[in-house]
């Protein structure tokens, strides 16, 4: 079993910035794939970004490329999502998931409870 706990949503104008974090715990939580998701109200679940267990590779959808940056600790088993020049439409309520599939781009079976991100014009 697979805990995710997300921290670090909140209300920001537009140009500003965040950093959500991902606390993983569980016994094998350190060795998996982690990704963040979101959902705007009325919208499905999309990726945002992903951080490989081996080699620490990163994935990002594309409209957020160059804007958010995924980063890992191992020590603290903690993934951050660094977010700049946040938009409008990234308001979303924003997900950490476990273990990402890095060969289909799938999701884990192990979600966080979700943090509110919110971006003002």
Avoid: H
Avoid at 3 to 30: D, H, N, P
Avoid at 32 to 52: H, L
């Amino acid at each position: 079993q697979v805990q995710l706990e997300e921290s670090g949503g909140g209300f920001v104008q537009a140009a500003g910035s965040l950093r959500l974090s991902c606390a993983a715990s569980g016994r094998t939580s350190r060795f998996y794939n982690v990704a963040w998701f979101r959902q705007a109200p009325g919208k499905e679940r999309e990726f945002v970004a992903a951080f490989s267990w081996i080699g620490g590779r990163t994935l990002y959808v594309d409209s957020v490329k160059g804007r958010f940056t995924i980063s890992r600790d191992n020590a603290k088993n903690t993934v951050y999502l660094q977010m700049n020049s946040l938009k409008p439409e990234d308001t979303a309520v924003y997900y950490c998931n476990a273990p990402f599939n890095w060969d289909n781009n799938s999701r884990g079976e192990y979600w966080g409870q979700g943090t509110q991100v919110t971006v003002s014009s």
